[in-house]
């Protein structure tokens, strides 16, 4: 099918063109191969991708391009099992979540047994474009707890307190049950309230 190759070659252009057929359209000319098809979700989507990518996992651009990537690829050679074309946007974002989760176990537990260097969070990945000072602030303050939390907290709290996401569309992305992300969310809220106690009394 030729994605990687379409992938390596395209990443550095811009994408969220709304323009032309639809996502539904896309996907079912996609499936039968049609490579323009493929080229075209991937310019769409590439740049809420990038973005998702990049403050889930706030690490190296490599760390976030590889993500990319891998989402993409997962995604395109897995368009079969969408059983509706017009969620595409949808189901790809939750590709990246879930992608990114194992990704971020993975750099969890290679930290602990000594055989990478311990993550380097870039702060001003969490903080949105138009964001206000006060909050920003308030956020990089937050999230520079992040390399502490637990993998699910710390992917549960990002999708509730950087992308907004309610608890269903938190439930759907990371693939577990809405009580489940509720759980989660209200651990990471308190192992986050404990870290703001413990930097204001110093």
Same mark, same amino acid.
């Given at each position: 099918?030729? *994605?990687?190759? /379409? #992938?390596?070659? =395209? &990443?550095?252009?811009? =994408? ?10 896309? *996907?079912? @000319? ?5 490579? !323009?098809?493929? @080229? ?9 991708? &990038?973005?998702?990518?990049?403050? /889930? ?5 490599? $760390?976030?391009?590889? #993500? ?12 079969? @099992?969408?059983? %509706? ?10 590709? *990246? ?13 290679? !930290?602990?047994?000594?055989? *990478?260097?311990?993550? %380097?969070?870039?702060? $001003?990945?969490?903080? /949105?474009?138009? !964001? ?5 602030? @308030? /956020? ?28 269903? &569309? ?24 404990? &870290? ?7």
């Amino acid at each position: 099918m030729g *994605v990687v190759r /379409l #992938l390596r070659s =395209s &990443a550095a252009q811009e =994408s969220g063109d709304r323009t032309g057929p639809s996502d539904g359209r896309l *996907v079912l @000319e996609a499936r039968t191969g049609t490579r !323009t098809a493929q @080229e075209a979700l991937f310019h769409r989507h590439l740049r809420r991708v &990038a973005g998702l990518a990049h403050r /889930l996992l706030a690490g190296s651009s490599e $760390d976030v391009d590889d #993500l990319i990537q891998d989402a993409f690829v997962q995604a395109l050679s897995r368009l079969g @099992e969408l059983r %509706e074309p017009e969620a595409f946007g949808g189901w790809l974002s939750a590709i *990246v979540v879930r992608t990114a989760s194992k990704r971020l176990r993975r750099r969890r537990l290679l !930290t602990r047994l000594g055989l *990478v260097r311990r993550e %380097e969070v870039n702060l $001003d990945a969490f903080v /949105l474009e138009g !964001t206000s000072p006060e909050r920003a602030t @308030e /956020l990089r303050q937050l999230y520079g707890e992040l390399l502490h939390f637990p993998t699910e907290e710390r992917v549960a709290l990002t999708l509730r307190r950087v992308e907004g996401l309610d608890t269903p &569309a938190i439930a759907q992305a990371m693939g577990i049950s809405a009580s489940t992300v509720k759980r989660r969310l209200r651990k990471a809220e308190e192992r986050a309230a404990r &870290a703001w106690q413990r930097r204001t009394s110093l």
